[in-house]
């Protein structure tokens, strides 16, 4: 119980405050956890670095997504206190310890009832003997009372255990709930990132790259000085390269393996030929790289003049 406890809260200040006013019976003030706290963070620095630039779009879209997962993981919170660690709480803290004093209870009255038998055994007068009886039918009936009652607590246990059985499936439920929902935000924001241009200006004339964006995309970068002095190609640069016949030379952005015999692995910044072949699908070019040849994805290069 306690573990769960941490698990839910790992900050002990902050279960203190809430374990204060549960005992208060006054509901305990909300309060922003990490993700929450982090996604505001981002957000403030993406607007602030400008949501027009690739990377302030990207800090608050990322902002955007850890706030999602703070509430997803408030609602974890709230699903597992209400449906598996408050009613072990109270099993702990109401009925088991209902049993454990009713057992120890029976224990007393079992040394009462000890004690009763062997006063009887040693009694020798008649008078003394007929007192101990008289006891011994008063603890026996108290035993047996006493006795039954520990029983029938205790048979209540099976169905104590169907009980925390189905609060335990709800509370891996509520899990499994979270961390879907998590997988998905992630998932989505990876798409976002991937959408966003290869490169682009920044204000002082520098290029700047995010990550590799999915190879279904054929998306490449605008026109953009590089380090070397050429011209990186535009859309249109990429069209016209499709439709014609000649090669041209491209540099690659990304690591790539090849994932069959008919593609060719790239290494980043190196400069490889590439050229269309007809039929080939829209995505994609054939590359050359010394005797090395084989289909390249586009959105892994840029396009030289």
Same mark, same amino acid.
């Given at each position: 119980m306690k573990q769960t406890e941490v698990l839910l809260q790992p900050n002990p200040n902050a279960r203190i405050e809430e374990f204060v006013y549960e005992k208060l019976d006054r509901k305990a003030p909300s309060r922003v956890n990490n993700p929450e706290l982090l996604g505001? /963070?981002?957000? +403030?620095?993406g607007t602030e670095f400008g949501p027009g630039t690739a990377y302030g779009n990207a800090l608050i879209k990322c902002g955007e997504t850890q706030k999602r997962i703070g509430t997803a993981d408030r609602e974890l919170i709230q699903t597992a206190a209400l449906n598996f660690l408050t009613p072990l709480r109270n099993f702990i803290e109401g009925d088991y310890?209902? *049993?454990?004093?009713?057992?120890? =209870?029976? !224990?007393n009255k079992r040394l009462d009832l000890d004690a009763a038998k062997t006063r009887l055994k040693k009694a020798k007068a008649a008078e003394t003997r007929a007192s101990s009886e008289q006891e011994l039918r008063i603890t026996q009936s108290e035993f047996d009372r006493q006795a039954e009652i520990t029983r029938l607590l205790l048979e209540g246990i099976s169905s104590t255990h169907a009980h925390h059985l189905r609060c335990l499936n709800d509370f891996?439920?509520? !899990?499994? $709930? /979270?961390?879907? !929902?998590? /997988?998905? /935000?992630? =998932?989505? =924001? !990876?798409k976002q990132l991937g959408s966003f241009p290869s490169s682009y200006h920044s204000n002082n004339n520098q290029t700047s790259v995010v990550p590799a964006p999915s190879a279904s995309s054929n998306v490449i970068g605008s026109s953009a000085m590089t380090s070397s002095g050429l011209v990186m190609t535009s859309p249109s640069n990429l069209i016209d390269l499709k439709e014609g016949s000649g090669s041209r030379k491209a540099r690659v952005l990304y690591d790539y393996d090849a994932a069959n015999s008919s593609e060719l692995s790239l290494l980043a +910044?190196? &400069? *490889? $030929?590439?050229?269309? &072949? &007809? %039929?080939? +699908?829209?995505?994609? =070019?054939? %590359?050359?790289? %010394?005797?090395q040849k084989g289909r390249v994805p586009i959105t892994y290069l840029e396009l030289l003049n």
């Open positions: 505001q /963070y981002m957000i +403030d620095a310890k209902t *049993i454990a004093k009713e057992r120890k =209870l029976l !224990q891996v439920e509520a !899990q499994m $709930t /979270y961390y879907a !929902q998590c /997988y998905q /935000y992630m =998932l989505d =924001l !990876q +910044d190196e &400069v *490889i $030929t590439v050229y269309s &072949v &007809v %039929g080939m +699908d829209s995505d994609w =070019l054939m %590359g050359e790289r %010394g005797n």
